[in-house]
């Protein structure tokens, strides 16, 4: 089954808030768990616990893991597996982009059935070049995976060089965006694509450059509600016609609620995304 | 020490060689290994030993040991460990790129001394934004760690992204130079800075809108040497001012030599660049 018929499910069982899982030091000491691998381990297994059943998507964030080195990396393996086996869709965070051989490293570490980092789908960074990201597209294709491109980032830091201008005409986010498109359509025709953007909540659409909506469509995966600023009831009017393929992602508004307040935060978050979601 | 008089004192006691260590499938079938996590930290080990003496830099992907998850981590912090005990000079290949404490995770994981993934330098990916690197530049000079920010990479897929240009004037990838040159001028005045640029030998200068030379002097990672097509004996006239400052990195051109013709393409490969080389 194609990531996007999964994602599909996901939507009609759970609607579309995604739960980040992110063992910050500040969240495993708030939850009284050590800051090391045993306690991203521990965290990551009871936000999964809360999440399923709950929740359609979650999105682990490996930098928090990679933080403890190879032990890190053994406790992300262990919640990357609990969360699969409890039916829930899961986005490696980890934002990478090689080229060549290597570029296909990475992709075959997260993608590849039966590895020991399978994810539903991974996030990479297109700055050597959405064409860099072909093979890693095909891959996922191939085996039913998703992939979510960095186009427009929250973060104020990233305009300059996501709103500069290629070939004279386009942003380097629209042009982004335009070769996902284009790789989609090749693929699935009008249907909604395998291959998605990484579009913040917060960010200035018009200023970006990006379309009004994406032909044909394509998950998006919007960081950026809660703590950065965007409120989830919000969603329609911040994606407009693109808003039922948003995957809304939260994590401190929901893992700040601690281990007894977590799946009230959950609830409460579903309900803020009620109109749009299932 | 900083990371830029420990690089100068690498250049003066062996020249300015860089061996990739990049346990790909092939290269570990041609070495008689297997294609696992066991078998790349045998390849890794094999090469530390090689260099060790030889050469002052090596240069771990990542990708081919985060291919095998945990057990690859576990791998490469046995190569780093011994690379590092060896004298050697590591920067660990990454480009890790996020924002806030996310990419904070990344750094502390990376260039924290006595983490287990200690490395001497980090490679990282600008895409979020130079703005989101800073607080990894500052981890980095506290610590005595480089750090090295993709600029103009050799693979022809990135000149779109990388020669867009930003605010009317400058390329991105121009941009990327003159962010990192005002904060090492800020930190480190006139002298050679701690954080530097990737910049592949087979790049087109002019066309990606970079300076003549980096002022003040930046270390430049240089990959793109031996199969991607740059020689070794044209570095100078390839970068000109900024030569005495470049890490030219090869990979398959000395790993391609086997086990028993490592050592004899490392002499090899110093002499091509000893016109400039220590």
Redesign the interface.
Known sequence: MSFASRLRGAFEAHGQLCVGI?P?EHLLDQWGLDASAAGAREFGLRVVDACAGRVGIVKP?V??F?????????A??AVLAAARAAGLLVIADA?????????E??A??WLTPG???EADALTV????????LRDTFELAQEHGKGVFV?AA?S?????????????GAR??AR??ADEVSAWNRARTGEQLGNIGLVVGATIDRRAAGLPEALTPPAPILAPGFGAQGARLTELATLFGADSPQVIASESRGVLGAGPDGITRAIGEKKKELGVIGG
């Open positions: 992110d910050h964030q930098s928090f990679e933080r403890h080195g190879s032990a890190g990396f053994a992300l393996e934002k990478r982009g090689d080229i060549g051989t290597t570029m490293a990475y075959r570490a590895s020991a980092l960074s297109p700055y050597l070049g959405v064409g860099s960095l980032t973060n104020p830091e990233g305009a300059a060089l996501q709103h500069a201008v290629s070939g942003t380097v042009a982004v």
